[in-house]
């Protein structure tokens, strides 16, 4: 299923050698990504041990960070450890425990210790993830550098990002979702055999590192790109019937790539020392009020701690929080956009798990309205009996992302009916992002 592929924009002052090569450009937009990340954690450097959030989660992970650093340095079981839950130990396995970041993390953690590791990875998380969405849409589906920063930016720092990353790390480290979503979706031009094996190959390696750094983003992107697909070979059949069998074709191999390293681990998790089912605590209780989505993040200009407090379960799960101007955005977006597919599978993708990260009940502006959330239809089947509602409105964020993206590439094309004589249709819709993303 390919979203439709674009090609560079060849036309720029770069390729004539009037002004930056393009790499450089590419550069500056990496480096935008990586102040703005030191930027947010600022309140953290220099001063490591202080809290983001004022809660216990960040002393866990930190926790996570140094038992990999030891593993690799000691040859510590990095699966089981006794240092939590002692006497009888922890399997890591089955918890949060970040091995894909530590172990590149280690390092960090043995010169600077694991407080300022866990500094470094929020501000891994936070650029990696809005540069790979970049690279994604830059590469597959917008034809202009602007749009695709535009959509990288909010793909890695929406209100939700940004809370999650105080916290929790396996959440915030979305980085390998775009180059995951890239070779699932392929553009009808790597149908040939050779390309499903290649791709295919390389897809499982990435879907073993993902599990690695936190599963939990795994089930929500497998969740979220089935309802994607299914969403746009429903729009475009014809597309769908072409682009099925090297899709399930790569999806295959990934497996077969993917259940060798992770047989062990796997195993560990569900029947190791120390295994467990089910969650300690009621995942129901977590949802989000109606009103979070219009709201502002208490870490936004606007914001404040007594509104999202009564909003969201508590201030790491302000996964919603974009605010009335880009939700505005996003509907003009989708009404004006209507008849490409790729828009009509995105409004359906994020229309549903928005719905879906509103819980069993719908709550607006704190209050309980008696009114079944469709989250009751679905919160009984396995996996989805383990999720957490709250935070399916983080598939949110790259949809937002990439419809921003979208739409400043077509205003900045500025061809057929967006060209209007004597209006200054780019200006006009520059301010309206601005307006949207800058508070």
């Not at 650093?69 to 089981?80: I, K, M, Q, S, T």
């Not at 994607?228 to 295959?252: E, N, Q």
């Not at 409004?347 to 719908?362: D, Q």
């Amino acid at each position: 299923m390919t979203t439709g592929t674009t090609s560079p924009d060849t036309s720029s002052p770069a390729t004539v050698g009037t002004s930056r090569p393009n790499w450089l450009r590419d550069v500056l937009v990496v480096a935008g990504y990586l102040g703005l990340a030191v930027v947010v954690t600022s309140g953290q450097w220099g001063r490591p041990w202080l809290l983001f959030h004022q809660a216990g989660d960040q002393i866990l992970f930190e926790w996570m960070l140094a038992h990999a650093a030891h593993a690799v340095v000691e040859g510590e079981d990095p699966l089981f450890s006794t240092g939590l839950n002692a006497p009888d130990g922890v399997n890591l396995m089955a918890n949060t425990s970040v091995l894909g970041l530590g172990v590149p993390l280690t390092p960090v953690t043995l010169l600077f210790g694991s407080q300022v590791a866990f500094c470094v990875a929020v501000v891994c998380c936070l650029a990696g993830t809005a540069v790979a969405w970049y690279v994604l849409l830059r590469r597959r589906l917008v034809s202009t550098r602007a749009a695709a920063a535009v959509g990288g930016l909010i793909c890695g720092f929406a209100p939700g990002m940004i809370a999650q990353a105080g916290a929790h790390l396996h959440i915030a480290a979305q980085f390998l979702v775009p180059a995951i979503l890239a070779l699932v979706f392929r553009p009808a031009s790597d149908a040939a055999r050779h390309g499903v094996w290649r791709h295919g190959v390389g897809l499982g390696l990435l879907l073993v590192w993902q599990v690695f750094i936190g599963e939990e983003v795994l089930v929500f992107l497998a969740l979220a790109a089935g309802v994607f697909a299914l969403a746009y070979a429903l729009a475009d059949r014809v597309a769908a019937r072409r682009l099925a069998p090297a899709l399930f074709g790569r999806l295959a191999v990934a497996a077969g790539v993917a259940a060798v390293p992770l047989a062990y681990p796997l195993w560990f998790q569900f029947h190791g020392p120390q295994h467990y089912s089910g969650m300690a605590f009621a995942t129901q209780g977590f949802q989000l009020d109606v009103a979070s989505f219009t709201a502002s993040a208490r870490q936004t200009v606007l914001g404040d701690d007594w509104l999202p407090g009564l909003l969201s379960p508590n201030p790491t799960e302000e996964n919603s929080f974009f605010g009335p101007g880009l939700l505005v955005l996003a509907v003009v977006i989708v009404i004006w956009q209507w008849r490409r597919p790729l828009v009509r599978a995105l409004a359906a993708c994020g229309g549903i798990f928005a719905l879906l990260s509103l819980g069993g009940e719908l709550r607006v502006d704190g209050e309980a309205t008696g009114i079944p959330g469709p989250y009751r239809l679905v919160g009984g089947l396995p996996l989805l009996d383990l999720a957490v509602p709250a935070r399916f409105a983080l598939i949110c964020v790259p949809v937002l992302g990439v419809l921003v993206a979208l739409s400043v590439d077509r205003v900045r094309a500025a061809r057929g009916p967006i060209a209007v004589p004597g209006l200054p249709v780019r200006l006009l819709w520059a301010g309206a992002v601005a307006a949207a993303l800058l508070p």
